[in-house]
């Protein structure tokens, strides 16, 4: 059984080819004046670079962390390039017919019909294409309902001042040795402002390319939901096959104002390297939403890809009656290795948080959920529930949990549980006696065990979801 | 129909099937009863391909093609229905889900087209009302949290709604009081259309009094030493495995 299940888990990376697409790149190297040109390029107002300098010059002294549960060789930071735009974006398109046709091509490829998605899917998208944003669609009726939805470069231009006041108030640019890269190196991502009582009237999405050789994505994202608002927002991740390892290093802040709800999706398949862990992607990210009074910040992650994940999207419970929520679900196979989790931080009175996370080992790989559970001592009648599943499939992976629960407060009530189950001998040959091929039993078997979480996914990217996790478990079964 | 001529069988290097012989004809339900051990319940897994029963020699054939060398789901696809004595459960997978895939890799295999979800509805429902199921059931994860009875009413359903040409029924009746044998009797009373066949493994002779048998056989040993008709069975009720020596003259009925 566990040979024909390898067999299955041999599949190639879908979207791992590369477009020929003339593009500007600056040559590799991280300095000071590579920051300047960044935020030149950007025309960006001073206190952003002067905030980018700052952060660079915290960066040179923190020290790369290492407590994760992952093998990695040391990254050369001075041998990635830090800027690659498509040339054509020099003149940035002001619809999709001015967008370079390769480009379009590119995400039709990915599944991301651009054009239909403006027509009928009642989607908008931002697609940002290595360093820059490519293009957001659907702003017209946004701007209707006075959304704010654009690359985090031209908000920088055009809503400076939301810009400063919330950018590194969630993650501060000193976060962590990552963030900290990030913020003086960010080259784009989106901007959401969600005004006071206004429901989003459509899905926000963006979807991340990696394309030049030897770059790094370093992109930023800044969603704030004003009060009593709401957003559903998703992202979406992929990058060519290549032997070298990439570097992809982002932030995320969620400000979520009183009485708002912000719902954050990711399908995460950046390329995970080839069966003996040849290149792929190194996913470093630092993901963090604030909720204020009676707020929500739910998270929903699907991890298929990367070769290494380092990832802890996290929710600060400041508000009182604040919730939290976090499903995931995180497959490795091959040489993969993922260390992710969740921080929900409990400062407010009557909080409530959730974590539910489904790891899924394969192949030779590594999957690890670290969370932090913690309760402050002004958090009076708070509570946290969380699940953690491990599936294992075939007998060479290994699954690990690190829990940290930190209570300070007495009146806080704290939920854990944890299993451990295989895909067994008994539930392949009952789907296969019904006539079902082993690849098929496999991933009908996985997808029962994440249902929990894809429920909480948007109905088209729950489809999405589990295609993807189909794609990464089929394989040529002999 | 099915023909096993000379089937020898191991399970991890252990003989447990040791030269069977057995025709099946269509429209026919065989009975095979034994003590235990005698290799029952490993008939059907050998049959049906499971993985680590190893055929050493002889053949079995189903609709003229040999079922040696078919992997698992192909051996279902040509009609070999195995319903379990002990059905695993798959958490999150629905019933529905789990049975439109099932129906629809058989019929793709009958080059026909795949049912759509209306379509599948309607029969699964038929099906779910049939062996006496709520119909939540279809929505419930397959055999999640089901009792053994339940369980035993979601294999027939299963069977009903996959049509099989030959059923292997492992002993469908353990476990299960009169007022369920009489459902699953019934739902395999249903299925007897002159055509497809049935092989009834059972250790009573109860589920026998439901589900009328042609052919009765007395599996032992690894071997069918005794065949008759459905007063086999009854012999075999009133004075136990007696007849094939004394190691199995005692404890069984």
Known sequence: MSEQIEQA???????????????????SGLDESVIRRISAMKEEPEWMLEWRLKAY????????????????????????????????????????????????????????????????????????????SVVTTFRSKLEEAGVIFCPISEALKKYPDLVKKYI???????????????????????????????????????????????????????????????????????????????LHAAVVELVAMDDATIKYSTVQNWYPGDENGKGGIYNFVTKRGIAHTNAKISWTQVETGSAVTWKYPSCVLKGDNSVGEFYSVALTRGRQQAD????????????????????????????????????????????????????????????????YIESRNPSAIVEHEATTSKVSDEQLFLCQQRGLDTEKAVSMIVNGFCKEVFKELPMEFAVEAGKLLEISLEGSVG | ??????????????????????????????????????????????????????????????????????????????????????????????????????????????????????????????????????????????????????????????????????????????????????VVADGVNSQRDGERSFIVVTHYQRLLDYIKPDFVHILADGKIVKSGDASLALDVEKSGYAFLGKEYAEGEA
């Open chain 1, 9 to 27: 888990l041999e599949r190639k990376y879908e979207a791992g080819f590369y477009s020929e697409i003339e593009s500007e790149t600056f040559e």
């Open chain 1, 57 to 132: 010059r915290s960066w040179l002294e923190m020290e790369e962390p290492d407590w994760a549960h992952v093998d990695y060789p040391k990254i050369d930071y001075q041998a990635i390039s830090y800027y690659s735009a498509p040339k054509s974006m020099k003149d940035k398109p002001q619809s999709l017919d001015e967008v370079d046709p390769e480009l379009l091509r590119t995400y039709e490829k990915l599944g991301i019909p651009l054009h239909e998605q403006e027509m009928l899917a009642g989607v908008a998208v931002d697609a940002v294409f290595d360093s820059v």
């Open chain 1, 168 to 246: 590194g108030s969630v993650v501060p640019r000193t976060d962590n040795y990552f963030a900290a890269l990030n913020s003086a190196v960010f080259t784009d991502g989106s901007f959401v402002y969600i005004p006071k009582g206004t429901r989003c009237p459509m899905e926000l999405s963006t979807y991340f390319r990696i394309n030049e050789m030897n770059t790094g994505q370093f992109e930023r994202t800044l969603i704030i939901a004003d009060e009593g608002s709401y957003v559903s927002y998703l992202e979406g991740c992929t990058a060519p096959q290549r032997d070298e390892n990439q």
């Open chain 1, 340 to 403: 992710t989790g969740t921080k929900m931080i409990h400062v407010g009175k009557n909080t409530r948080s959730t974590i539910i996370s489904k790891g899924i080992s394969a192949g030779n790989s590594n999957n690890a959920y670290r969370g932090l559970v913690q309760m402050g001592p002004r958090a009076d009648g708070a509570r946290n529930f969380t699940e953690c599943d491990s599936l294992l499939i075939g007998d060479k992976c290994g699954a690990h949990t690190f829990p």
């Open chain 2, 1 to 182: 129909m099915l023909s096993i001529k000379n089937l020898h069988a191991s399970v991890e290097e252990k003989n447990i099937i040791k030269g069977l012989n057995l025709e099946v004809k269509p429209g026919e339900v065989h009975a095979i009863m034994g003590p235990n051990g005698a290799g029952k319940s490993t008939l059907g897994y050998v049959l049906s391909g499971r993985d680590g029963y190893e055929v050493s020699e002889g053949e079995a054939t189903l609709n003229g093609k040999n079922l040696l060398e078919l992997d698992v789901e192909e051996r279902a696809r040509e009609g070999l229905f195995l319903a379990f004595q002990y059905p695993v459960e798959i958490p999150g997978v629905s019933n529905m889900e789990f049975m439109k895939e099932s129906v629809n890799a058989m019929r793709e295999q009958h080059g026909k087209e795949p049912l759509t979800a209306a379509e599948f509805l309607k029969k699964a429902k038929e099906a779910c009302k049939q062996v006496q199921l709520p119909l939540d059931f279809l929505k419930r994860g397959v055999n999640e949290g089901f009792s053994g009875g339940e369980k035993k009413r979601n294999e027939i359903m299963q069977m009903i709604l996959l049509e099989p040409s030959l059923c292997i029924l492992d002993e469908s009746d353990s476990g299960l009081d009169v007022d369920a044998l009489q």
